[in-house]
């Protein structure tokens, strides 16, 4: 069985099709955000919450900008509008790309987009429910160690907080991101067992980087995750890996003699 290959397309096709995907994941995330615009009060006080539970006590978060609160709730509307909008997002990649796949794996758009949208939104809670403690808590602390009343913009904290749900949100799609790359034959199990060591390196480095606190705690939060999304990565590459050449060949049924 060959894959539907779209090799014979023109360049102008293809930069057509790339458009044509855009233009609808930009539409759905502008209607993603109009959504959330509805709801920005409630989105606001959702994300300023971790920060404010550290101190109940006192209100240390500021505005210092006369258009600042507008356009920092502009920014989280676009920032929530992705996140509405990621089905639609990954359906329009996988459609892109899909050319290029065997006819039944064309049919898995949807299940991609779903799966891919639900590790999306599970990346963004980790790091709301779990990261976001530690590290305010940390950044905190680093305000008194030098006898420094804090006082946070909203607009630097709503952006910090939006580039970290964001960032986890990707970090998780590494599951997903692996079974792309295995359905189009790039990626094995095998090549992600071989990579283990320097995987679980990788992991670390990223881990002491990313993480605020220098303590071994801080920095298992988020390494303990990354190594289980790898282990389940290489499962999903196992399950749906694309057989070899002679495998196809091995298991398509013998041509008609014609003599």
Do not use: N
């Not at 090799?7 to 233009?23: G, K, Q, S, Y």
């Not at 599970?122 to 429910?129: I, L, N, V």
């Amino acid at each position: 069985m060959e894959p539907e290959s779209d090799v014979r397309m023109p360049l102008t096709a293809h930069l057509d099709e790339l458009r044509t995907r855009l233009i609808r994941a930009l539409l759905a995330t502008a209607a993603g955000a109009l959504v959330a615009w509805l709801v920005i009060e409630h989105l606001v006080a959702f994300l300023l919450a971790p920060l404010a539970a550290l101190r109940p006590e006192e209100s240390f978060i500021i505005g210092t900008g006369v258009t600042e609160a507008f356009f920092t709730k502009l920014k989280v509307a676009v920032i929530a509008g992705l996140f509405l909008a990621s089905p639609v997002l990954f359906f329009q990649a996988w459609r892109f790309v899909a050319p290029g796949l065997y006819r039944r794996e064309k049919r898995v758009a949807l299940p991609f987009s779903i799966a891919a949208s639900a590790f999306f939104i599970a990346g963004a809670a980790f790091c709301y429910w779990l990261v976001f403690p530690v590290a305010f808590s940390f950044f905190l602390a680093e305000f008194a160690s030098i006898g420094v009343a804090a006082q946070i913009r909203v607009s630097e904290y709503l952006s910090f907080a939006s580039r970290m749900l964001l960032a986890f949100g990707v970090t998780f799609e590494l599951p997903v991101v692996t079974f792309f790359l295995a359905r189009l034959g790039i990626l094995t199990h095998r090549t992600l067992i071989a990579w283990w060591r320097y995987a679980i390196v990788t992991i670390f480095v990223a881990a002491a980087v990313l993480t605020p606190g220098p303590d071994v705690a801080s920095q298992m939060l988020m390494a303990a995750p990354l190594l289980v999304l790898y282990v389940l990565s290489i499962g999903v590459a196992y399950v749906v890996a694309r057989p070899a050449p002679a495998e196809v060949t091995a298991l398509a049924p013998a041509e008609p003699d014609g003599g």
